[in-house]
């Protein structure tokens, strides 16, 4: 999903956060056999009790170990187990009533920690018959193979309870199983062999479940091996790739059939008609199978007792969107979201009389309005988010549906926009109506919908202050009014919005200083208020649960609150261009050990920087201190296998030399030194960065010979590499010029470079372009430039030069370079801005710089040309400052005429000598590029790399996205994989 697993599991551990605290959701997944019954009048045996005492002293109790999730009253059975009473009587123990023996063991739930050895005591309770140890935490344990001892066991679960390791082959032996669970245990996989040998053997098997269990060395083929009287097949995430096999309908008693999140291929086939029990069918998220109109139609038909069905992603784009309507009545569950479906949408579908849940969602080719009439009383959840259709807000359909809870409209076609007939939705715990282009002022009536934990609104143009109803929200968990234009004071009266958790509030015009309840929201998770217009200090936090704060372009002023530091799950803090923050960086920063992103550029910061800050975070990707007043040495601390793919200290005042330790951020993409006061040679060990594409060590004390490269590849990913403003002397990086690969090939993908784990940050980057120092908000990834301008550099421009054909930006202006204009400089035909100015050129201006079509600026001036300036294409529109201070140029441009006898040079000499080969190798000839643009064009693509700066953080707006997983039980169980068990 490009998130990293950290952050990742810290935004599903929020949920379950919410889930504590705002559940208002039905009841989480339970155990299934959580009523043995344990009535016995028999003394068990005393060497049962004594197992049963060991097996509970081998295990701690640790609450943690049983997830809310899946367990709706965790509780620690094994405490109530007391030497002396009778075992059969115990909490979770069932006995044979004539035997004595123990037969069943329900602990699931049971907040059991510790290892499960094979010496375990349970493995001397042979005549189990159930067991369930379902959602505990044996901490990575292996299955044992003491499980095949079991020989009469009927039904088994060790589902969700962290075991890892291979299936072992014995459990193939449990031939009396008619229930196997084992689903839920991410590092548990199951190989084929084993798998062969559990279903030909287990031929009693009623319910197979292994969800999330690695089983993608199984050949989907082999399911068809499994006994016929299967009711029940899930096999959620298993990793399965291939075909799906053909005749499934063999399993006429199925009722569940789960294969979703997996890679099965092919269509879905015919047969399934004849699977006429089902009640439950999961195909989604196979992103490459296919259902055809036949088999739907069929399926449709015969299914009819069909209450679920997930074919999310699916490929249905020949299914025409009205067959949806002849689906089973006992449907209550249809997600067929991103299913390419194309069409009307089908408003009948209301008419499916018990219909809970439906998701259209990215279908953009699905159209067409809402129905007029006979909405369904029972829906209460509503996706059509990214649909083409066109949903009337003002009219009083929608508040027919009475029974909605969650509904998203995000990117559709919301028609006019009177919100108010919304607040007869009393039932909404959910509302996103994002991405419209809904105008006016929020709606007080909104205040109404006093359920609501999620608000989001962003990206529309509501204007105006927000209302001051929204205070009656008081389960809102998040406020998302993002990207609009609303303005005025953040009101103190949203203080009752006590259980906020998110908070996004950016890219709007609040003004005024930021609300003392902000920070003192218990549980607050998430704060974006940038771009907006605040001013003020920032206030101390009041809690420690912060890990988003991004409060940069405002007009923030004051220290850094030392409370920040204290925020220990803190992976990402933006306070840059605050205006003015003052105060130094204090090693209090260093506490937050899961930063990922720190950016407090452009403000007033000073002093020296604590030494830790190259290795206080092994998750830290950006480091951006730049525009600062920073001082001393620069921290030489960067660990091996740190993260930094970002490190910007442009701006400050650091001397010393750089740290070699720079060496050891094998990520690095991007490092800006410059404008500092660093005094030091070329840094030759950053050749050997693997991933190096920006270099900026411009206008600082730097001095000496650039002779490269000293190693193979040196430099070979660089594609932006400023060395400008320092005291570099002698000839020009020559042998770099050979190695500069990145600079040689242009790169057609116009992606923005951003942060891996946060991919809304994108770098930003401060560089001279076309004579002008600006912020480069954005980087794309097309861009090319060198500029060692501004230093000693002497002797002939090399003709390699004209191996950097994707450059885009030339500078050797300032140097003492002698010798004529490379003529090679023409094959450079993707520069835009070509400096050579204020060196000791000599010669004529090769006419092959005509071929340089895409110019805008050219900058010849203060050297010693003479001769005519070439007149065609590009050179037409310079004017006289390009030429100015040399020796003897003519031409129009400089209102001098030339004489007949001054032919414009074609310098063949350059062209010729050598072996320039390698250089002109593929067909470059320098007429085929006179047919020019014109200088809009050049303009158009020039100005295209200036771009406006917005940041929404993906991973949040993909949680928010993900919404329908928290509430969708089909995937609670994959929701509880990542935030179960984080402490
Ligand atoms: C298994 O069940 C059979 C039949 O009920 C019984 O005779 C046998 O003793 C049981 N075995 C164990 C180990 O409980
Ligand atoms: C199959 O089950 C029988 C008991 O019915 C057992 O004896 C045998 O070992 C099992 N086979 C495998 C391959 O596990």
Redesign the pocket.
């Known amino acids: 999903m490009g998130c990293s697993p950290l952050s990742l599991s810290q935004s599903f551990s929020f949920f379950l956060f919410v889930f504590h605290f705002h559940s208002t959701i039905s009841s989480p997944i339970s155990s299934n056999y959580s009523s043995f019954s344990s009535s016995s009048s028999h003394l068990c045996a005393h060497h049962l009790s004594l197992s049963l005492l060991q097996f509970k002293q081998s295990f701690s109790i640790y609450s943690s170990a049983s997830d809310y999730y899946n367990c709706q009253y965790p509780f620690p059975k094994t405490e109530s187990w007391k030497d002396g009473t009778d075992c059969c009587l115990w909490y979770g123990v069932s006995c044979d009533l004539k035997t004595g023996h123990v037969t069943g063991l329900d602990l699931s739930c049971s907040m059991l920690h510790g290892t499960l050895h094979s010496n375990n005591s349970l493995f001397s309770l042979h005549h189990l018959q159930k067991l369930d140890l379902s959602f505990n935490y044996f901490n990575t344990s292996h299955i044992s193979s003491g499980f095949?001892q079991f020989?009469n066991l009927t039904h088994l679960n060790l589902s969700g309870s962290d075991l890892a390791g291979q299936v072992p082959?014995?459990i193939?032996?449990?031939?009396?199983l008619v229930s196997l669970d084992l689903s839920d245990n991410d590092n548990l996989s199951l190989q084929p062999i084993c798998f062969d040998?559990?279903v030909?053997?287990l031929t009693k098997l009623r319910e197979l479940h292994l969800s999330w269990v690695n089983m993608s060395l199984v050949v989907p083929d082999s399911l068809m091996n499994l006994s016929s009287s299967l009711s029940s097949l899930k096999l959620i995430g298993c990793g399965l790739q291939g075909k799906l096999p053909s005749s499934m309908g063999k399993f006429k008693h199925l009722q569940y059939l789960d294969l979703g999140r997996n890679s099965l291929t092919g269509s879905i086939p015919y047969d399934f008609e004849q699977l006429t029990e089902l009640v439950s069918l999961d195909f989604s998220w196979n992103n490459y199978l296919n259902l055809e109109p036949i088999s739907f139609d069929k399926l449709v038909r015969n299914l009819t007792k069909l209450r679920e069905l997930d074919l999310s992603s699916v490929n249905m784009s020949l299914v025409a969107p009205n067959s949806l309507t002849n689906l089973s009545s006992s449907l209550s569950y249809l997600s067929l979201l991103g299913c390419g479906l194309q069409g009307k949408f089908p408003g009948n579908i209301f008419h499916l009389p018990n219909l809970e849940s439906l998701d259209l969602s990215y279908n953009q080719g699905l159209a067409g309005s809402f129905p007029s009439s006979n909405l369904s009383n029972v829906l209460s959840r509503l996706y059509l988010s990214n649909t083409r259709i066109s949903v009337y807000l003002e009219n009083d359909l929608i508040s027919n549906l009475k029974s909605l809870e969650y509904m998203s409209l995000r990117d559709c076609n919301i028609i006019r926009s009177d919100l108010a007939p919304l607040a007869n939705l009393t039932r909404l715990v959910y509302l996103d109506l994002s991405s419209n282009n809904l105008t006016g002022e929020i709606p007080s009536s909104l205040g109404n919908l006093v359920h609501l934990q999620y608000l989001i609104l962003y990206s529309n143009n509501f204007m105006g202050q927000v209302p001051d109803s929204l205070a009656n929200l008081v389960n809102l968990s998040y406020l998302d009014l993002s990207n609009n234009q609303l303005g005025g004071p953040i009101h103190s009266q949203l203080k009752t919005l006590s259980n906020l958790v998110g908070l996004s509030l950016f890219g709007n015009l609040f003004n005024g200083t930021i609300p003392s309840f902000l920070f003192a929201l218990p549980s607050l998770y998430y704060l974006d208020l940038h771009d907006n217009n605040l001013i003020g200090n920032i206030s101390e936090l009041q809690h420690y649960s912060l890990i988003y704060l991004d409060l940069s372009n405002n007009h923030l002023h004051g220290t850094i609150p030392s409370s920040i530091f204290k925020q220990k799950n803190l992976e990402v803090l933006i306070l840059a261009s605050t205006s003015k923050l003052t105060g130094e960086i204090t090693s209090s920063i260093c506490k937050l050990r899961f930063l990922i992103l720190l950016d407090l550029s452009n403000n007033s910061l000073s002093g020296s920087t604590p030494l830790c800050l190259g290795n206080f975070s092994n998750s830290l990707s950006v480091l951006h201190l730049g525009m600062n007043k920073l001082q001393g040495i620069i921290p030489s601390t960067f660990t091996k296998d740190n993260s930094l793919e970002y490190l910007n200290l442009n701006g400050n005042e650091f001397e010393g030399k750089i740290p070699s330790s720079i060496n050891n951020c094998a990520m690095l993409e991007v490092l800006d030194l410059g404008n500092n006061k660093i005094e030091d040679t070329f840094p030759y060990f950053l050749e050997k960065l693997p991933k190096l594409q920006i270099l900026v060590l411009k206008s600082n004390k730097l001095q000496g010979f650039v002779k490269g490269p000293t190693a193979h590849n040196s430099f070979s990913t660089l594609r932006i590499l400023d060395i400008s403003d320092n005291d570099f002397s002698g000839s020009l990086p020559t042998g770099y010029f050979n190695s500069l690969e990145a600079m040689m090939a242009s790169d057609q993908n116009m992606i923005y470079m951003n942060a891996t784990s946060y991919s809304s940050y994108v770098y930003s980057i401060d560089l001279t372009w076309k004579g002008v120092e600006i912020e480069f908000p954005k980087i794309q990834s097309t861009i090319r430039v060198l500029d060692l301008s501004n230093n000693n550099f002497t002797g002939e421009i090399p003709k390699v030069i004209g191996k950097l054909k994707a450059l885009q930006q030339l500078n050797l202006s300032h140097n003492s370079l002698t010798g004529h204009i490379q003529s090679s400089l023409g094959i450079l035909t993707n520069l835009e801005s070509l400096d050579l100015s204020s060196n000791l050129l000599t010669g004529r201006i090769p006419m092959q710089l005509e071929g340089l079509t895409f110019l805008a600026i050219l900058n010849l001036s203060h050297n010693q040309l003479k001769g005519p300036i070439p007149s065609g294409q590009q050179f037409s529109t310079f004017n006289a400052s390009s030429f100015e201070g040399n020796l003897g140029l003519c031409g129009f441009q400089v209102l001098e005429e030339c004489y007949r006898d001054e032919a414009p040079s074609l310098q063949p000499s350059s062209f010729d000598e050598g072996d320039d080969s390698t250089l002109f190798g593929e067909g470059f000839g320098w007429k085929a590029v006179t047919m020019g643009y014109g200088f809009g064009f050049v303009f158009g693509v020039a100005t295209g790399y200036v771009v406006f700066r917005t940041k929404k953080p993906a991973w949040f707006l993909r949680m928010v996205e993900d919404k329908w997983n928290l509430n969708n039980k089909k995937t609670k169980k994959n929701v509880a994989r990542y935030g179960a068990r984080r402490n």
């Open positions: 095949g020989s082959l014995e193939s032996q449990l031939s009396k040998k559990l030909r053997n």
